[in-house]
């Protein structure tokens, strides 16, 4: 029975975007909605028209919120210290193709990609670049911080068990032609 699932959103950064400062560097945050859901990154410099945040978002999607959410919207906002931001643009990624296949193969992963920046008068200058991971949540089972690290163990003791059968020391590795 599958109950919805897990969106990861990583906010890498963002180049040639609109300054909206003229004196002093710009300060950008950006405001990720997914459905209901509006979560704001850090804020960051704005250098030579570039951002960095290299941030990530998880939302979690009931199976009932699944079928209508249609796109992301990721919004630039450019952090005044007297003022209230202002909005620098915005970029939409459609989700139904990423939820459609992540539903049939339980997952699906798309690398950051640079999506173009909308600005309020509908033309576009600069993007974004936009990590997503879709994985469907069945069974409400989500894998908790002990399991992942139950795994990594595994995986430490395998090693170790592999230099044990081999009895090879880690100096033997290291110095192969010196005295022991």
């Keep these: 029975m599958e109950t919805g699932g897990i969106l990861e959103v990583l906010v890498v950064n ?6 909206k400062n003229f004196f002093g560097k710009s300060a950008y945050y950006v405001l990720v ?8 990154s850090k ?14 978002f998880e939302f979690e999607l009931p199976s009932s919120e699944l079928k209508n959410l249609t796109h992301l919207e990721i919004s630039i906002m450019d952090h005044e210290s ?6 620098v643009g915005r970029a939409m990624i459609f ?10 193969r339980g997952h699906i992963e798309i690398h950051p ?5 909308v600005l309020e008068d509908t033309t576009y200058k600069g993007e ?17 911080k002990e399991e992942a690290v139950q795994v990594m163990e595994a995986g430490h003791h395998f090693y170790k068990s592999l230099f044990r059968i ?9 110095f192969p032609y010196g005295q022991y």
Excluded at 49 to 55: R, V
Excluded at 113 to 117: A, I, R
Excluded at 166 to 174: E, M, Q
Aim: charged share 30%; glycine share 10%; proline share 1%.
């Design 95 to 104: 989700l139904g193709g990423i939820i459609a296949e992540g539903n049939d």
């Design 113 to 117: 990609t640079p999506y173009n920046v």
């Design 33 to 40: 909605q997914c459905g209901t859901e509006v979560r704001r």
């Design 82 to 87: 007297f003022e209230d931001a202002e909005f």
């Design 14 to 19: 963002a180049q040639g975007i609109r300054r």
């Design 43 to 56: 804020t960051t410099k704005g250098y030579h028209h570039k951002a960095f945040w290299n941030q990530k």
């Design 128 to 144: 974004i670049k936009i990590g997503l991971n879709f994985r469907v949540n069945k069974d409400g089972h989500k894998e908790t």
């Design 166 to 174: 081999l009895r090879i020391s880690w100096w033997r590795i290291v």
